[in-house]
């Protein structure tokens, strides 16, 4: 049990760390540790408790408490979400003081715009990583790309969703799915 412990402190304390654009820019290196690397879960069931944090209040990076329960029980939610909390919130309290201060600093600004990428990046990773587990086909890699596109362009996320919802039902009740 305290080999498990501990193997949940060492995936999720560094994901805590480059959790840059929140949570879902750690989904990819998540669901490989968890599945791939550790066994603790099979891709499948990775992609229901995604689904299970994503539909649950609060942040959906509590799927580190979903990945910990499975792997060892109570103890292991409760030492898989410290561990990915802990180690972020003592960085922001670390350089939230020199951040506020350096608030027009242009080293500030070229680490903000040097950053941006990296979380679009890692996003995008986790994206695809779930959309591999969950055995996305040819139409919903091009309702990802229209999606984006259309967000892109400006459109409401709301109104993305509700034609994405459309879609899927007029493409279920004519059969096609």
């Known amino acids: 049990m305290f080999e498990r412990l501990l193997a949940l402190i060492l995936v999720f304390a560094p994901l805590s760390l480059v959790s840059l654009g929140g949570g879902p820019s750690i989904f990819a290196e998540m669901q490989r540790q968890a599945v791939e690397v550790h066994g603790w879960l099979s891709a499948w069931e990775f992609n229901e408790l995604f689904a299970i944090s994503r539909a649950a209040p609060g942040p959906g990076s509590l799927i580190s ?58 996003i995008l990773a986790g994206v695809l990583t779930l959309m591999r587990a969950d055995g996305a086909g040819v139409l919903e890699y091009l309702l990802l790309l229209a999606c984006t596109a259309a967000l892109l362009g400006g459109a409401s996320p709301y109104l993305v969703m509700l034609g994405v919802a459309l879609l899927y039902a007029g493409l279920l009740r004519g059969g096609w799915l």
Do not use: M
């Not at 972020?88 to 680490?111: E, H, K, N, Y």
């Open 65 to 122: 408490a979903l990945v910990g329960w499975q792997a060892a029980g109570f103890l292991g939610a409760l030492v898989a979400a410290l561990a990915l909390y802990l180690p972020a919130a003592g960085l922001l309290l670390a350089v939230g003081g020199w951040w506020r201060r350096r608030g027009d600093s242009p080293v500030r600004r070229r680490i903000e715009r040097g950053l941006v990428p990296v979380a679009v990046g890692l």
